[in-house]
């Protein structure tokens, strides 16, 4: 037998490979009354993945009648580095020997042989068998996994065993063969959650490529679930406008950021202009109207080409030639009889110069004709600001203004990025404007004259004449028939905004309600109306 000694079993193993390039062989082999044998449980092993993929296991037993057995290749050969061998667990029959192929390599078709061996400790009467080794690679790449909106979501890929994929850091899920299908599910969604990927759907299911995949899997709370109605999965499309006033299912207004919106009483949406995605400088002047019944867009008006400068026509009448210019970040908002309202944003006036807009607009659907109603008709004109109801105050021109409607149709306006009062500089402003549709008289309400006005929140919850918010844009409100509250946004000299305040219109004083009263409380921008 072997002994236990690491460096005098090393001897005696390397001098019984030696020998068996000299002699003995085949299984047997002995003199003295003792035949020594080796035998495998197999001659070949075969390993195939893809490359990067995690090592591969195989094992051989071997049975023999020897004083222990050792493995190595044959002679003038080398162990590839792909290849890693276990030392034999024990020196009596029978023994379990591990083989490993690593996918670290480069893909192709690899062989080898191995040679196992057996005989006197002395390193005489050595008998071997041999076993050929073969690896296949194939290119490939991993998959990566992460989940947003929830902390750990389980799912499957190629109907696997169920992996759990974490909101801290992405998962690898598998490395697959590159030009094979592979397919990631869902496939049982947390309780009260919701999560799909890009497609808007629970599977993901698409032909590997030969880079690395990172995807993300989206979770929302699943207490009112989304439904993908129409538009496409990928970004940046081109509108198809299809033939004006005609409603179709190939029309589309393409990829736009960001447009002014509205609904109309039966629920209709309506969308004006925006800029093209991507960082691109043009914009848009289109107005386009979604049947929720139809579920089809119709292009109402506007330009099919980008930065169409403004056609205003004769102050408050309507005509067909009439155009508000291409612009992004407007306000809009549909009065009680249908007809779409549009105010400044950052776009082109009617002598085709770019800057802050503050016209405002109206388009009637039953005339298919727009109407300039109000404000300048030149870009970066600064607000006449008047605290009595008159249609000679207007705010100044800006861009991402929040505006809603109260229950009695009046407008509200506040805030945004762009001109105050007269002679004063581009900033963001705080100022609240009241717009009454049928006398079309705007009414300046609270907040500074001048831009870059910071916020004085007073005490929670506790109203007070000298509280207001700070200037902000892309911030949310919401009217009622007592005033207003306004939601977050955005100051990029302050930060981004988490605070929810209350303007009660029969005292004329702000509230500081919720939130916090810096700007590092991760609320950056608030969307919508």
């Given at each position: 037998m072997f002994r236990s000694n690491v460096a005098c079993r090393a001897i005696v193993l390397l001098a019984l490979l030696a020998l068996s390039a000299c002699g003995g062989g085949g299984g047997g082999g002995g003199t003295g009354g003792t035949t020594y044998s080796i035998s495998l449980s197999q001659n070949t092993l075969s390993f195939s993945g893809v490359f990067s993929a995690d090592p591969q296991h195989q094992?051989?037993?071997?049975?023999?009648?020897?004083?222990?057995?050792?493995?190595?290749?044959?002679?003038?050969?080398?162990?590839?580095?792909?290849l890693t061998v276990g030392a034999p667990a024990q020196s009596t029959s029978p023994v379990t020997v591990?083989?490993?192929?690593?996918?670290?390599?480069?893909?192709?078709?690899?062989?080898?042989?191995?040679?196992?061996?057996?005989?006197?400790?002395?390193?005489?009467?050595?008998?071997?068998?041999?076993?050929t080794i073969n690896l296949q690679v194939v290119p490939g790449a991993p998959i990566r996994l992460i989940a947003r909106g929830i902390s750990s979501v389980d799912v499957s890929i190629n109907g696997g065993a169920q992996q759990t994929v974490g909101s801290d850091v992405a998962k690898q899920l598998g490395v697959?063969?590159?030009?094979?299908?592979?397919?990631?599910?869902?496939?049982?969604?947390?309780?009260?959650?919701?999560?799909t990927f890009a497609n808007g759907t629970a599977t993901q299911t698409d032909v590997m490529g030969s880079n690395a995949l990172d995807l993300q899997l989206n979770c929302n709370a699943a207490l009112i679930p989304w439904a993908w109605i129409g538009g496409t999965q990928t970004l940046g499309d081109?509108?198809?406008?299809?033939?004006?006033?005609?409603?179709?299912?190939?029309?589309?207004?393409?990829?736009?950021?960001?447009?002014?919106?509205?609904?109309?009483?039966?629920?209709?949406?309506?969308?004006?202009?925006?800029?093209?995605?991507?960082?691109?400088?043009d914009s848009r002047n289109d107005l386009w109207r979604?049947?929720?019944?139809?579920?089809?867009?119709?292009?109402?008006?506007?330009?099919?080409?980008?930065?169409?400068?403004?056609?205003?026509?004769?102050?408050?009448?309507?005509?067909?030639?009439?155009?508000p210019g291409a612009r992004y970040g407007a306000a809009a908002w549909i009065d009680a009889n249908g007809r779409f309202w549009l105010f400044g944003g950052y776009g082109y006036d009617a002598g085709g110069s770019q800057g802050e807009l503050n016209d405002l607009w109206m388009y009637d659907a039953a005339s298919d004709q727009w109407a300039w109603v109000g404000g300048s008709n030149a870009v970066n004109q600064s607000g006449i600001y008047g605290s009595t109801p008159s249609t000679a105050n207007i705010p100044g021109g800006r861009e991402f203004p929040a505006v809603d409607k109260d229950p009695a149709g009046a407008i509200w306006l506040f805030g945004g990025n762009g001109l105050a009062g007269t002679g004063n500089s581009f900033g963001y402003l705080n100022d609240l404007w009241k717009f009454d549709p049928a006398t079309r008289a705007w009414t300046w309400v609270s907040g500074s004259t001048a831009p870059q006005a910071l916020g004085s929140y007073g005490t929670l919850g506790v109203a007070d004449a000298a509280n207001q918010p700070d200037a902000r844009m892309r911030s949310t409100i919401w009217a009622d028939a007592n005033g207003v509250f306004m939601f977050g946004g955005a100051n990029f000299y302050l930060g981004g905004h988490n605070d929810l305040w209350r303007y009660d219109s029969q005292s004329g004083w702000w509230t500081w309600v919720n939130g916090t009263n810096s700007t590092t409380a991760n609320g950056f921008i608030a969307f919508g109306r």
């Open positions: 094992s051989i037993v071997v049975s023999f009648v020897g004083d222990g057995v050792v493995v190595g290749t044959l002679p003038g050969q080398t162990k590839p580095d792909w591990d083989v490993v192929a690593s996918m670290l390599t480069t893909p192709g078709s690899y062989s080898t042989t191995l040679r196992f061996a057996t005989g006197k400790a002395d390193g005489s009467q050595v008998v071997y068998k041999d076993v697959i063969a590159t030009g094979s299908t592979y397919t990631i599910t869902v496939p049982n969604q947390p309780n009260g959650w919701h999560c081109a509108a198809a406008y299809g033939t004006r006033l005609n409603a179709a299912a190939g029309n589309t207004p393409g990829g736009r950021i960001p447009a002014a919106y509205a609904a109309d009483a039966a629920g209709n949406l309506w969308l004006f202009g925006a800029g093209n995605p991507g960082g691109s400088p979604y049947d929720i019944a139809t579920g089809l867009w119709t292009w109402m008006s506007g330009s099919t080409v980008v930065n169409a400068a403004g056609t205003y026509g004769t102050l408050g009448q309507p005509a067909s030639a009439n155009a």
